[in-house]
């Protein structure tokens, strides 16, 4: 099992979506997803629930990035078709 955390932003600030994951990596349950203040708080969400199920590490998915932001090159129609790729961080060890 595992905890993933994807930050994204949104119009009313950050956006924390936390999951729990089986070993295939299939989300377990409905994820809880909240409005947090900043990243540190979001990770620190992910990490009390990673402890809560005797984890050592969660993994982060950080969609807040200039990578999320409309190429200027790029056409209207182009820029709907065109999904950059997510930016997926290492696991995270809880300290």
Do not use: C
Not at 15 to 42: F, M, N, Y
């Amino acid at each position: 099992m595992s905890v993933r955390l994807k930050i994204e932003n949104s119009r009313e600030g950050l956006v924390a979506t936390i999951s729990q994951r089986d070993d295939t990596g299939k989300v377990i349950g409905l994820p809880s997803v909240s409005l947090v203040g900043s990243k540190e708080e979001a990770k620190q969400h992910a990490k009390t629930l990673a402890r809560s199920l005797a984890l050592k590490l969660y993994g982060i998915v950080d969609k807040t990035g200039a990578r999320d932001e409309p190429r200027p090159w790029l056409g209207p129609a182009l820029t709907i078709l065109f999904e950059p790729p997510k930016q997926v961080s290492d696991q995270t060890e809880i300290s």
